[in-house]
């Protein structure tokens, strides 16, 4: 949507905070792409003025592709001064633990703050628009610059939160545009006093190390704009989602696994899932979350067996949390969950042009990495394979923000079978004691994980059963979890679920996972080529699952932008339980329906069923049906500079010949009902025009590309 307010009265929107970086008259710098289709121009002019409007566009709805040209301002921070609590960051674990001592007070600490979106509210519903194929405003992203002048922490508190550190003995160690988390290091004695709590050692209950913790929970200043801040212990370190089993499997396999063992390797994934399709996913780029290194010799001897242009993509790292990028060794190091999404990725987009991989080591967080992928524009499909300890305000926070620019991300829903219920079970996907986060989150996509079965090597497929290692290989912990959140409520676009109930799932809270694919009999070569010859040696989990969805989307990626769209196609679960309600279901996705991920602790859920159910979502994807389902088919208008006249100025946008576009306006952005000026015009050039005369009152313009 561009929009742009032709000359009149000084407009007033309390929903708008401060756009200062990006309006005019405020400030005469544009630092957006005025190329980018997926950008929204916002500028004010005066009247009277000689300057011409010059505003961009944003991406296509569904049906409604439109733009407009509007700016807004206004900005304030208040403070106060009694201390709040932060709650969330003492372990449940230390209540039982009897002290070692108090952390050295020497002992540097590196600790990332997360500040409160200034408009959370605000910013969910407009996720909620741009994610909703029935709205006009789908896919209407905004840029960041945008979405943090809109709805994130205003200038003012970042630069509180600074002071805040640096009065109290505190190095800013590193900053975001979007302000959302500020990174800082010090001495624990001075993050002692800065939060009020004095740091203890314990013993780790189950592994070889002491570990430290608050004695209480943080309190701040009152109205200082903080929520939560990680590293303030280091009982809790991320998991990756991934097993392995040594198991001999008597069932017939047929990939082409370069080692015999009829694993699946490759282009094993297209064959099953994207048959017939020229799509590489040439030209964009997937992101991966990661605790652990690579070795780059094991993915050029996967790129290289695998053939089909894979040695091409480039492999690129970011560096974050002071970790050096040196893998772990042995074959269950987290080295290893790193290859196999790299390898995952890169064997359904055999054409990607670059695997970016953003790593943080076993002391970093994810508020980091989530955020340092988010301030990544030509990143827009993600994928995660760990789980860490949460949730979290600032993660949700990102996760919005990604929704908000147009970013895809996909999380292994875990490998422990069903989630028992409660946040303080034995598997609960919410219990803070557990690396389960962001298992549950309703603002990403959730993929569990499926055994896959083709119909005969290097052929296509021929079936998914639910992947549940307790069935086949006596391993009663491992299987795809799905499950219900106590913690998210159910979100408006799972609600369309029939007979939710009687799926074992909830009406109430979030259920999980949405979509599924192959976790079992998995090709991997890791540990720096140690381990690439065991023939039973199988590698699976949710972890193979989310990177290949990543890599799928890469291929709707690269339609889309055939098609003449953009490549970020955002959060796609609305889209996605759309197509599940709809009559192209059985078109788009394979319905897994055999298998179960129950164990000994939940030995009656879940089951799968037809459509929707709590092992493996909504299933996984049908090929190019699919693909076409979620690209972009017609670029959304753009508006060109508008001309002025003496008694009146012409709007000019951009066009696709044969397509019909309406210019309409209102008074105000809010408005329900907007007004269609002149008639619908065909394009039958790259452009179209139309006039209008100067009025006394305000107006904002839009025009949409109609169905």
Request: with cysteine.
């Amino acid at each position: 949507m561009d929009e742009t307010q032709i000359p009149g009265p000084r407009p007033r929107n309390d929903d708008f905070p401060c756009l200062q970086a990006l309006c005019a008259p405020c400030s005469t710098s544009d630092k957006r792409n005025s190329t980018d289709v997926n950008k929204k121009a916002i500028i004010y002019s005066r009247m009277p003025t000689n300057s011409l409007l010059t505003p961009v566009s944003e991406p296509s709805p569904k049906g409604f592709l439109w733009a407009a040209v509007v700016l807004l301002c206004g900005c304030s921070a208040a403070f106060g001064a009694d201390l709040r609590v932060l709650p969330g960051h003492v372990p449940e674990l230390v209540s039982s633990l009897a002290p070692k001592g108090r952390l050295a007070a020497t002992n540097q600490l590196r600790l990332a703050i997360g500040l409160p979106l200034r408009d959370r509210a605000g910013l969910e519903n407009f996720v909620a628009q741009v994610s909703d194929p029935a709205n006009p405003l789908f896919r209407h992203f905004l840029t960041r610059e945008e979405l943090t002048a809109r709805f994130g922490p205003t200038l003012q508190d970042y630069e509180s939160v600074k002071t805040f550190a640096r009065t109290n003995g505190l190095a800013i160690a590193g900053t975001f545009d979007n302000r959302l988390v500020l990174d800082v290091t010090g001495p624990a004695d001075a993050v002692e006093k800065a939060f009020h709590i004095i740091l203890r050692t314990y013993r780790h209950p189950t592994e070889a190390r002491d570990f430290f913790a608050p004695d209480t929970e943080p309190a701040v200043d009152t109205a200082l704009p903080m929520v939560d801040v990680l590293g303030l212990n280091n009982l809790w370190r991320p998991q990756a989602k991934r097993r392995r089993s040594k198991a001999a499997r008597a069932r017939p396999k047929f990939g082409s696994a370069p080692d015999g063992s009829g694993n699946w390797f490759g282009n094993d994934f297209r064959n099953a899932y994207v048959p017939g399709t020229t799509l590489t996913g040439a030209g964009q780029s997937v992101g991966l979350l990661e605790f652990d290194g690579f070795f780059p010799i094991d993915i050029f001897n996967y790129a290289n067996q695998a053939g089909n242009g894979r040695t091409n993509i480039v492999i690129q790292t970011v560096l974050l949390d002071g970790y050096n990028g040196t893998p772990s060794t042995g074959p269950d190091g987290g080295e290893g969950e790193v290859e196999l999404d790299i390898e995952m990725a890169m064997a359904i987009a055999p054409g990607l042009s670059k695997i970016v991989s953003y790593e943080a080591g076993e002391d970093g967080n994810q508020n980091d990495i989530l955020n340092s992928m988010l301030a990544s524009s030509n990143v827009v499909n993600l994928s995660c394979s760990w789980g860490w300890f949460g949730p979290s305000s600032t993660t949700d926070s990102i996760f919005l923000m990604m929704d908000g620019v147009g970013q895809t991300f996909f999380n292994a829903s875990g490998d422990n079978q069903a989630f028992t219920p409660g946040a303080n079970s034995r598997n609960g996907v919410d219990n803070p004691n557990l690396a389960n986060a962001p298992s549950s989150n309703p603002y990403i996509t959730q993929v569990g994980g499926t055994t896959l079965v083709t119909n005969s090597p290097g052929n296509s497929w021929a079936g998914e059963i639910v992947w549940n290692w307790a069935v086949e290989l006596d391993d009663p912990d491992t299987g795809s979890s799905g499950g219900i959140s106590t913690y998210y409520l159910i979100p408006a676009w799972q609600t369309n679920v029939s007979n939710m109930a009687a799926r074992g799932g909830s009406t109430t809270y979030r259920n999980i996972p949405d979509v599924a694919a192959n976790a079992d009999n998995v090709y991997e070569i890791y540990d720096n080529g140690n381990d690439s010859d065991d023939a039973f040696d199988d590698n699976a989990g949710t972890s193979c699952a989310a990177p290949l969805w990543a890599g799928f989307m890469a291929l709707v990626s690269q339609q889309s932008v055939a098609n003449g769209g953009k490549a970020a196609a955002g959060f796609i679960n609305p889209a996605l339980y759309a197509i599940g309600a709809g009559s192209n279901y059985a078109a788009c996705f394979h319905d897994i329906t055999s298998g179960n991920n129950t164990w000994s602790r939940s030995p009656s859920l879940f089951y799968a069923t037809n459509n929707y159910d709590l092992c493996t979502g909504l299933g996984s994807m049908n090929g190019t049906n699919l693909i076409n389902a979620l690209a972009s088919s017609i670029p959304a208008p753009s508006f060109l500079p508008a001309t002025r006249g003496v008694k009146g100025f012409t709007l000019t946008w951009r066009t696709v010949a044969g397509i019909s576009y309406q210019l309409q306006y209102a008074s105000n952005l809010g408005a329900a009902n907007w007004i269609n000026f002149g008639a619908a015009i065909t394009a039958s050039n790259s452009s179209a025009s139309l006039s209008d005369s100067f009025t006394n009152s305000q107006r904002f313009y839009r025009v949409l590309a109609l169905p």
